[in-house]
């Protein structure tokens, strides 16, 4: 994965196990050349098991975990919630697999 961001995937593994991640991608400014270490966050996709029926807390609780192991602001973006097709197939089409159970 080519990113200017080190992620440590075995504690971003463990976090998605424990908040029930089905899948978990990087997209964004992170993956190109437009990231500023400096000020520039880390967009994430989460697809949530299905079972799973805590989501606002799985939610917050894997952004705030995301945000401490990556080291920075975090913008974490639920897969089924982008109604929008330009967003979609821009942030979709770009993204890069980081865990999926």
Aim: charged share 30%; proline share 3%; with cysteine.
């Amino acid at each position: 994965m080519d990113t200017v961001v080190l992620l440590d995937i075995d504690a971003i593994r463990r976090a998605c196990e424990r908040y029930g991640v089905e899948r978990l991608r990087i997209f964004g400014s992170v993956l190109t050349d437009r990231f500023a270490p400096d000020t520039s966050d880390v967009d994430f996709l989460v697809v949530f098991l299905p079972e799973r029926e805590n989501l606002f807390h799985d939610y917050f609780d894997l952004k705030f975990e995301l945000e401490r192991i990556v080291g920075r602001d975090v913008d974490l973006v639920v897969e089924r919630s982008v109604k929008n097709p330009f967003f979609k197939a821009s942030a979709f089409g770009g993204a890069q697999d980081v865990y999926a159970s």
